[in-house]
């Protein structure tokens, strides 16, 4: 046998047109800022009506004979939106992320060999160079020199076209999408990844560079 108290069943008489009572009142805010406000003002009004009625259960040990204020049970259409857009978007950044990372292990590996053949290649040179006097740092710091000047030429170049593709972006997407500056790379980050790109060509010639000082000066020079 069904039993429902008075509660249910005026809900279930309203929810089939049996009664004219609202159940339920949609309201738009004019912007952001104005939802947010709203949401904590109706959260505000749920924890004093929790607090009331844990003191009325409190006093008479039973939550029967309450007449005191009742919560609110609201639903963010808009904020549920939103929260698949962001989780949806934080997926692509992470798979995003995720190729990038791959792409700079490779760059770095290729920076190593590419720093190694010319460690191979100028064998003779430095043998001269230690011949003269020049010591293990200097030759390390040769080579050092090198792959800083190629991480910063690689990263200054990447800003660069960056930055000429993002005027080309915001110059396609405005029109269709009526939101201007879509596409933007801030200068503190722009520095940043300059800074990771010297970075990771640093840490790729170390190994070369740290041969190439180790090499026998004697059988450098006999090298060809």
Known sequence: KYSATSTTLT????????????????????DFTTKEDMLAYMDEW???????????FD??????????????????TVGTLMGMVNTILNAITYVLVAFTAISL???TVMIGVITYVSVVERTKEIGILRSIGARKRDIRHVFNAETFIIGLCAGLIGIGVAYLLQGLINLILTPLTGIAGLAALPIWQALIMVCISVALTLISGLIPASAAAKKDPVIALRSE
Not at 13 to 25: F, K, M
Not at 46 to 56: D, F, L
Not at 60 to 76: C, K, L, M
């Open 11 to 30: 809900a279930l008489i309203r929810e089939l047109g049996g009664n004219d009572s609202p159940s339920g009142i949609s309201v738009y805010a004019k």
């Open 46 to 56: 749920n924890t004093a009506v929790e607090a009331a009625r844990s003191a009325y």
């Open 59 to 76: 006093a008479n040990g039973t939550y029967e004979g309450y007449d005191g204020p009742t919560e609110i049970s609201y639903s963010d």
């Open 105 to 107: 292990v490779v760059s």
